[in-house]
């Protein structure tokens, strides 16, 4: 079965700290696709990254970061420096290689405090 | 710039109503689907559709049909509408390319409040 556990249910940061946001995975396909996603107050999620199994190299864009591990079946996202923009509900999600069909976890409320 | 719309961002019906949720993408994607969102449970997919008129259940389908007559809409049907149905509901598309899982795009959404 296929299952992406976001264990962060909130996280509460002061601008400029940096944060991580937790991902963990399970599924038994050897080809998979993970993913984020950031929903901000006006409730539109907003694509930010994909990444195949195949690729464990980590990835920046600028302030963000993300850590893929497929040792430990995590794929954490890093916000450094954070800023109130970034104040928003962070989803994870996983598919399976020759399906679209998104697995989402629970998600975790980030709040940036100025 | 993509574009996946809604046609309600707010939506108040009664108990048995018939509702209908439409969603129209002008990306020329393969594919859509229907997500329910509610606290504490993230997004869950009712259905999806890769084609026109073809479509496959998702992971909470009941009490929900859909349809796909044209390739940029398409609509979710509450064939009577209950009060557990009251959630956020989220249309996204995305393109269809051989065995790749490819980022899918998301409308507004449309909050349903069933009473």
């Known amino acids: 079965a296929q299952k992406v556990t976001q264990a962060q249910t909130e996280i509460s940061v002061v601008e400029k700290e940096d944060v991580t946001l937790d991902c963990v995975y399970e599924?038994?396909?050897?080809?998979?696709?993970l993913f984020w996603y950031k929903q901000p107050p006006s409730g539109e999620l907003v694509f930010l990254i994909r990444?195949?199994?195949?690729?464990?190299q980590n990835e920046i864009s600028g302030r963000y970061s993300w850590n893929f591990q497929k040792s430990t079946s995590s794929f954490n996202f890093t916000i450094t420096a954070s800023q109130v923009v970034d104040s928003a509900v962070y989803f994870c999600a996983l598919s399976h290689g020759g399906t679209d069909k998104l697995i989402f976890g629970t998600g975790t409320r980030l709040q940036v405090f100025p | 710039d993509v574009k996946v719309t809604q046609s309600s961002r707010y939506l108040v019906k009664r108990t048995g109503e018939k509702v209908f949720l439409e969603c129209v993408q002008d990306m020329d994607h393969e594919n859509m689907f229907w997500y329910r969102q509610d606290p504490g449970l993230g997004l869950r997919l009712i259905y999806f559709?890769?084609?026109?008129?073809?479509?496959e259940k998702g992971d909470i389908p009941e009490g929900y049909s859909v349809s796909r007559e044209k390739k940029e809409r398409f609509s979710l049907i509450l064939e009577s509408a209950s009060t557990n149905q009251t959630s956020m509901y989220l249309c996204?598309?995305?393109?269809?390319?051989?065995?790749?899982?490819?980022?899918?795009?998301f409308g507004p959404g449309t909050r349903l409040t069933v009473t």
């Open positions: 996204a598309s995305s393109r269809l390319q051989g065995l790749e899982s490819h980022e899918q795009y």
């Open positions: 990444r195949n199994s195949f690729d464990e």
């Open positions: 599924t038994r396909d050897t080809t998979y696709y």
């Open positions: 559709s890769y084609d026109v008129k073809m479509k």
